[in-house]
């Protein structure tokens, strides 16, 4: 027997769908909101990172080192090695480090935009040659078209992220 929606339970899920709009969003959801909205990434990169010659977890300072190098080494290679040092060229970043849940599993995710001379596939691709090609960079990683701000969200989660903010910048680039 198929139930009939009548008007009262209607009526009800709209009253139950206003209540949660209206809930005040919390402090990391502001700043990813905000975060979103300055950098608008387009593309979204998980980066791994390689045990140390131990067989140990790397520490946050090493994470750091390595995603600089992975950002260096695609600043140059969009925007060219004399624009970036001359003019400051960089493409805009979000970056948060996690662990994992048991503390080993290091990797970062970034959210980077798209320059302007390249469209979303191709920057896709470039940064997959970067990140294969990264010493320190894991096997395991993933490039995605970061679509809305709800991964920015999941990267910014206290919970399960920290945020990296000397490793998140807006784009300087050329205007067209």
């Not at 339970?9 to 919390?26: A, E, M, V, W, Y």
């Not at 190098?69 to 970056?95: E, Q």
């Amino acid at each position: 027997m198929i139930r009939q929606v009548t008007k009262p339970i209607i009526h009800d899920i709209l009253r139950r769908n206003k209540s949660k709009s209206t809930r005040k969003p919390t402090e990391f959801e502001e700043m990813a909101d905000f975060l979103y909205k300055k950098i608008s990434p387009k593309v979204a990169i998980t980066l791994t990172f390689k045990k140390n010659m131990h067989g140990a977890s790397i520490g946050p300072n090493v994470m750091k080192q390595v995603c600089r190098l992975f950002l260096n080494r695609i600043n140059h290679k969009t925007y060219g090695r004399h624009a970036v040092r001359r003019k400051g060229f960089t493409l805009g970043v979000i970056t948060a480090f996690g662990r994992g849940p048991y503390d080993d599993h290091p990797h970062s995710h970034m959210a980077l935009t798209v320059p302007p001379k390249y469209s979303t596939a191709e920057f896709m691709r470039t940064a997959t040659q970067i990140a294969l090609s990264t010493r320190g960079v894991g096997r395991q990683f993933r490039v995605i078209e970061c679509r809305d701000w709800g991964w920015v969200r999941y990267d910014l989660d206290p919970t399960k992220h920290e945020w990296v903010p000397e490793l998140t910048h807006e784009a300087v680039c050329p205007i067209d």
